[in-house]
């Protein structure tokens, strides 16, 4: 295979999964660009990750300990697309752990969008409205008929579905009144015995049965009514998209912009609109349209990569967390100092995304972070990186060394600039010289030590902070 | 003294339940020392610790032993106490055994990760012969070692597979009065029963949530009439064997509140009324437990992981002679 093919599925990897080793990468390269996008879209393709072992070794209630067990299933799930769309439902239907307060609960809405997330629009809009998490976080357990709250009809139409401009303050009125009662049935307290999950409840007492009107449209309606019509909406298919576009392609303004700023690629946007709506909202045939996509195969890197995604992209290229192995946890703090603390968006809108993930301080903590992964070469990814290295020759000159280096661990795309840098910062050492036995006397070569730094130059570089 | 000939089965009602989330944090095995004493081994994420403990749920107070230095474990699986108050526990991210007295200081601690005799790598289940020697679970290599207290290696047998002596990550071990090997092999959904030596002896249980059937089962231990206790840990729950593999019954949990979770909840109004606002039956049921330590007096202990407690229940049973049990027979009968 090519190496612009194999830079292209790298491509499709960083966006639609978490990246991938590099073995993992020519397995994928071997099948064809096309079959790789069916695998992620069909996750029936492909095995579930082993949930025993996930189970076994990954226990915990309190949210560091499961975000860690995430993380782990990033790294290791068959289905990486499945782990995506998770992290995307969590990042657009945001609930945080901060108000909602129940680790379990947050879990369980973590293990609802692993479930849904590719499924249908009406599946995921359902489902998520009859989520105590979120019946929480927006207060609709406080909706109730003669008392409503509007918190979370405002929001599934602001936030969740159709964005703003495309509906009246009565519209967000009559919404939330056609979800109240939805609720959830109280669950055991944490003391004295742990976490139990909230399931949802249906209160017809509190529920307001009569006649409202919502877009246009005029019934006795309940919550999923409101739904049915909400997945009709031209607004919507664009609203989502756009979501997907922001997320899977390239970086948009934040969201609260969108009803005053157009899409940087409009026709991009309609393109995945229409398969929406000639769809139906099927998730799957959106993200088979995104991935296929001349637009997309010509966004790489785009994007800043999000903490969650810098992260595992940079566990993979060193090839730790592979098995269990103690220690997940860490990252979810790492994350957490990078702005992206799972189970806790800072909003409902999310994370604000692209430049916005990038201040002095996290970008500290993003290189630092990295350049001490790839700084330890005992690590199995940097062996096999180095024992790559050697099979191209004794001696490398320093252009053989940088780009070797730069397509084995992406492929990462450099500036000119950058690229003239590296080199000539190989140069100060003259030819990558590799001894014919290896290390001697236990000690390290010359050779790793330089490869080292190499590597750590890269994974400090503007350039790799991009998807 | 020998087994009984028959047992007359009176019953197995809950006896009591231990702790509570802040002082019995994720138990997954425990130990009995002197006078009552428990030693219950709390593990999570970035977690260890004993917590001394009563037998009439009184705190006796705990000692971290989290971290990799000499003396601590990152990944402990079982516990267990010698007449001393020694504590043996395994660690299988280690891969070793550490050996600590009951106030936490570092007696002696072996170990090497690998494949080769003698080598470790993710032990879990460890249980005491008669003679003192260790068995010990080497789970990811899928086989048993014995090894003498200070480590010296003795034997072992099993490799990975699923037909006879063969393992699929194997977890919990026991060994009954007479030196046979009960263990709990996980991801085959059963558990095998060797001689001392390791020869092959029976295997019961297969996939399932069925009578018999295993989810994962992870903890195994022996009582002193041959019964064979089994945490189904999957389907969240122990089932009793008889001495020959036969399903006798289940145990889900019946937990009620600890005397020291009623005293704590004496002090929280909110949710002591949210707790009367919820549907309680649940509280009862075993969450993820995954071991079982049955006392010479015939009560179980069952560490409830999830739930942050243990589950005590005790044996009824009157030993029969064979003028008061009848010989073995294959057919039922309506005649009685």
Redesign the interface.
């Known amino acids: 295979m090519a190496d612009e093919d194999l830079g292209l599925i790298a491509h499709l990897l960083r966006r639609a999964g978490f990246g991938a080793s590099r073995e993992e990468l020519e397995a994928y390269a071997a099948k064809g660009y096309d079959e790789v996008v069916e695998d992620l879209v069909d996750e029936e393709r492909c095995p579930p990750i082993d949930e025993?072992i996930i189970?076994?070794?990954?226990?915990?209630?309190w949210p560091d300990?499961q975000s860690?067990a995430w993380i782990y299933r990033m790294l290791n799930s068959p289905r990486p697309l499945e782990e995506k769309m998770a992290l995307f439902c969590h990042h657009v239907f945001a609930t945080g752990f901060a108000k909602v307060a129940h680790a379990l609960a947050m879990n369980d809405q973590i293990d609802l969008f692993r479930r849904i997330g590719m499924s249908n629009i009406r599946e995921i809009l359902l489902e998520l409205s009859m989520n105590p998490a979120m019946i929480n976080w927006l207060d609709n357990n406080e909706n109730i008929k003669g008392e409503p709250n509007e918190n979370y009809g405002r929001e599934l139409l602001e936030l969740f579905s159709m964005g703003v401009g495309n509906y009246t303050e009565d519209d967000i009125k009559n919404c939330a009144l056609a979800f109240t009662g939805w609720t959830y049935?109280?669950?055991?307290?944490?003391?004295?015995?742990?976490y139990?999950s909230p399931e949802f409840l249906f209160r017809p007492e509190d529920h307001d049965f009569g006649e409202k009107t919502f877009l246009g449209h005029t019934g006795n309606f309940n919550g999923d009514d409101i739904i049915d019509i909400i997945v009709e909406q031209p607004a919507t298919a664009r609203f989502i998209s756009r979501h997907l576009y922001n997320f899977f392609v390239a970086d948009e303004p934040q969201v609260p912009s969108w009803n005053v700023t157009p899409p940087q690629d409009p026709e991009a946007i309609e393109t995945l609109a229409d398969a929406f709506m000639e769809s139906n909202g099927d998730m799957r045939h959106v993200l088979r349209t995104l991935f296929k996509s001349d637009f997309f195969k010509a966004a790489r890197f785009k994007r800043v990569k999000s903490p969650a995604e810098l992260i595992t992209g940079v566990l993979k290229l060193v090839g730790t967390y592979r098995t269990p192995?103690?220690?997940?946890?860490q990252y979810h703090r790492a994350a957490t100092l990078m702005g992206q603390e799972l189970f806790n968006p800072p909003t409902v809108e999310g994370w604000h995304t692209g430049q916005e993930w990038i201040d002095g301080g996290m970008l500290t903590e993003r290189i630092n972070f990295a350049v001490d992964e790839v700084g330890d070469a005992s690590k199995p990814g940097i062996q096999a990186l180095i024992k790559r290295l050697r099979t191209v020759g004794d001696s490398l000159t320093p252009e053989q060394f940088v780009d070797t280096c730069l397509d084995l661990a992406g492929p990462v795309n450099l500036e000119d600039k950058t690229r003239a840098d590296l080199i000539r910062f190989a140069q100060s050492g003259g030819d990558l010289v590799f001894s014919s036995n290896g290390s001697a006397n236990g000690q390290t070569e010359e050779s790793t030590d330089r490869i080292i730094l190499m590597l750590q130059l890269i994974v400090a570089s503007r350039e790799y902070q991009f998807a | 003294m020998g087994r009984p000939y028959g047992l007359l089965r009176a019953g197995f009602p809950f006896h009591k339940t231990l702790g509570?989330?802040r002082l019995t944090n994720?138990p997954i095995d425990l130990a009995f020392g002197k006078e009552d004493r428990l030693f219950i081994l709390c593990r999570?994420?970035?977690t260890a610790l004993i917590r001394k403990y009563s037998t009439e749920d009184a705190d006796l107070g705990s000692f971290g032993i989290y971290g990799e230095e000499p003396g601590q474990v990152?990944?402990p699986v079982t516990i267990l106490a010698d007449a001393d108050e020694n504590l043996y526990l395994t660690d299988e991210?280690l891969h070793r055994v550490t050996i600590i007295d009951n106030e936490g200081e570092l007696i002696d601690s072996w170990g090497e990760e690998g494949s080769g005799p003698g080598q470790l790598n993710g032990p879990s289940g460890m249980s005491f012969d008669a003679d003192g020697n260790l068995y010990v679970v080497d789970t990811l290599n899928h086989r048993v070692q014995k090894f003498t207290r200070e480590g010296g290696f003795l034997g072992g047998w099993g490799s990975h597979g699923c037909g006879k002596s063969e393992f699929n990550m194997p977890w919990g071990i026991a060994v009954d009065e007479v030196g046979d090997v009960y263990v709990a092999d996980?991801?085959n959904d059963r558990v095998q029963k060797f001689g001392a030596d390791g020869e092959f002896k029976m295997a019961f249980g297969e996939s399932g949530c069925g009578d018999g059937q295993f989810n994962?089962p992870s903890g195994v231990d022996v009582d002193k009439h041959g019964d064979i206790y089994v945490v189904d840990r999957?389907n969240n729950r122990v089932q009793l064997f008889n001495e020959e593999g036969r399903y006798v019954q289940q145990f889900i949990g019946d937990?009620t509140?600890?005397t020291?979770?009623i005293s704590?909840?004496m002090t929280?109004a909110y949710?002591n009324r949210?707790?009367d606002?919820?549907?309680?039956e649940?509280?009862k049921l075993l969450?993820?437990p995954q071991s079982v330590i049955v006392s010479e007096d015939g009560l179980m202990y069952v560490p409830d992981?999830?739930?942050?407690?243990v589950q005590v229940y005790r044996k009824e049973a009157v030993e029969l002679n064979e003028l008061q049990f009848a010989p073995p027979r294959r057919a039922p009968a309506l005649n009685i």
Do not use: C
């Open positions: 025993d189970k076994r070794y990954f226990g915990g209630q300990f860690g049935a109280q669950p055991v307290p944490l003391y004295p015995h742990g139990y192995t103690p220690g997940m946890p | 509570m989330r994720y999570n994420e970035g990152t990944w991210a996980w991801r994962r999957g937990a509140l600890s020291v979770a704590y909840m929280n949710p949210l707790r606002m919820a549907k309680l649940i509280q969450r993820w992981t999830g739930s942050y407690r």
